[in-house]
């Protein structure tokens, strides 16, 4: 906002009165930001990353008196997540926030948390992602000169949908044509798994699943609903094969430029509201099963341990443990339990 300067008559009572050694009266300017940030991220706006990013500018602007002032963009408003990454690390955007697999393709470890059927409940996820394994992942983002921030978002399990039938053990996905993200980590456990994964962008998976090109697909519960494959499915399996969630990233240029009273007041807003923004999704994920249930899907659970040995028997737990590293995978079998 432009300051407006004094008018004649006014600028000649203030002359006046200070003259007079009277004190003239306060005129009050809304003071500029001295940090105004762009927060850029792909989900729509109703999802509760947007919601509680909206919440954490709210609260950090107000414990900062005004200094900084963050304004988050949804859906993709400032590019796609590889174009919002590539700004994020050049300062074109000041915060970014998506899920591990996909920065993966800059930090390879941000993927550890979406190995195959490591994690089987919140229980385990967030001792592991707010502890050793989530700080060892950090370390990964800040030699890539990116900082993240302690305390990870939620982004949910996925879930796998069919047209062919219920997923209730590893034989169910045998020759089971199932749309997969464009990621090696997803192609490699359905192979390993028996099936026969196909990468297919996320906008032209309603068509396959309604011309059976696939038989089925895996995401979080949101995106079945909202992209409306229940109208193509018949069938949703509970088996939480993933966990993503959703790191907040700035530049680590960016950051080393802000004074330290401030960066604790920014990193205090958005971890604290972590908890918040975690509890969000999974309530919103307890009500999907049910909506999805009134949706006409036959809504079905699985147990982990199945798949976790046909994994086994396949080798995928000791190719990714090779890729990993024995220090991260050691991290990540301390929460879950053994894997390879």
């Not at 963009?73 to 050049?90: E, T, W």
């Not at 919140?122 to 992602?129: E, F, N, Q, R, S």
């Not at 502890?131 to 978002?153: P, Q, Y």
């Not at 590893?170 to 390993?192: C, E, G, H, W």
């Amino acid at each position: 906002m432009k300051n407006q300067s004094l008018g004649p008559s006014r600028r000649a009572i203030v002359l006046a009165l200070g003259a007079a050694g009277v004190p003239a009266p306060f005129v009050s300017r809304a003071r500029a930001a001295e940090y105004d940030w762009k927060f850029g991220h792909g989900f729509p706006a109703s999802h509760p990353v947007h919601v509680f990013a909206l919440e954490a500018a709210a609260t950090i602007k107000q414990d900062t008196g005004g200094r900084v002032d963050i304004k988050v963009y949804p859906n993709s408003q400032l590019g796609g997540d590889s174009d919002l990454l590539s700004q994020v690390r050049s300062g074109g955007v000041d915060f970014f926030s998506t899920g591990g697999l996909i920065f993966a393709t800059l930090v390879p470890i941000a993927a550890i948390n979406g190995t195959g059927f490591a994690f089987t409940g919140y229980d385990a996820v967030w001792p592991a992602m707010d502890g050793g394994l989530g700080a060892h992942v950090r370390k990964g983002f800040d030699k890539v000169g990116l900082h993240a921030f302690e305390t990870i978002w939620n982004n949910g399990f996925r879930q796998i949908t069919s047209g062919k039938g219920p997923v209730r053990s590893p034989a169910d996905l045998a020759n089971f044509k199932i749309r997969v993200p464009v990621s090696q980590v997803y192609v490699s456990l359905f192979k390993a798994l028996g099936a026969s994964p196909a990468s297919i962008n996320l906008a032209e998976v309603y068509t396959a699943l309604q011309t059976r090109i696939v038989d089925g697909q895996e995401n979080p519960l949101v995106v079945a609903e909202t992209a409306k494959f229940y109208e193509v499915q018949k069938f949703c399996s509970l088996t939480n094969h993933v966990w993503d969630g959703s790191w907040i990233v700035t530049s680590a240029r960016t950051w080393r430029g802000v004074p330290d009273d401030l960066k604790a007041i920014v990193s205090r807003g958005f971890n604290e509201t972590a908890p918040r923004q975690r509890e969000a999704v999974t309530a919103l994920n307890r009500q999907l099963e049910e909506t999805l249930k009134g949706r006409g899907l036959a809504v079905n659970a699985t147990e982990p341990e199945p798949f976790r040995e046909a994994l086994r028997k396949a080798g995928y737990y000791a190719e990714w443990k090779g890729r990993y590293g024995e220090e991260a995978w050691s991290l990540l079998e301390g929460a879950v339990g053994r894997l390879a």
